[in-house]
C-alpha cells in the first residue's frame, strides 16, 4: 500500500505581527493506492500559530514540513486504516447495485 499527500489549498492571516502570510489551516487528500485500486480521504486541519523564531515564509514552505504538520495534527493511523477498509471493500464487495430482474 502506498499513501500519498496532496496539499490542495492553505489558508494564511496576512499579516501576525513581523510575519507575513502565516498558514493557518491546510485542505488535504490522503489517497492510498493498492495496485490499481486507490481510495482517499479530505480534509481541512488547523495549524497552530508558530512563533517568530520558528516561522518559515510562505514562499520557502516544502511539502515535507506542511506534511509533518498534518502527521502531527491527524491521527494518521486512523486515517490509513479507513482507507485500507475502503480498498479492502473494493477487492472484497460485500454491496452491489443491480438492475431490476424485470422489464419496467
Known sequence: MEYNWIVNAMEVK??????????????WRRIATD????????GCSSVGSPTPEEFVSYE???????????????????????LNAQIE?????VDATLPPPFEN
Open 35 to 42: 495496485g490499481e485500486l486507490s481510495a482517499e480521504s479530505y
Open 89 to 93: 471493500l473494493k477487492k472484497n464487495p
Open 14 to 27: 496576512l499579516s501576525e505581527g513581523e510575519m507575513k502570510d502565516v498558514v493557518t489551516h491546510v485542505h
Open 60 to 82: 520557502d514552505l516544502t511539502k515535507e514540513e506542511v506534511e509533518s504538520w498534518l502527521e502531527a495534527s491527524l491521527d494518521v493511523i486512523e486515517i490509513d486504516a479507513n
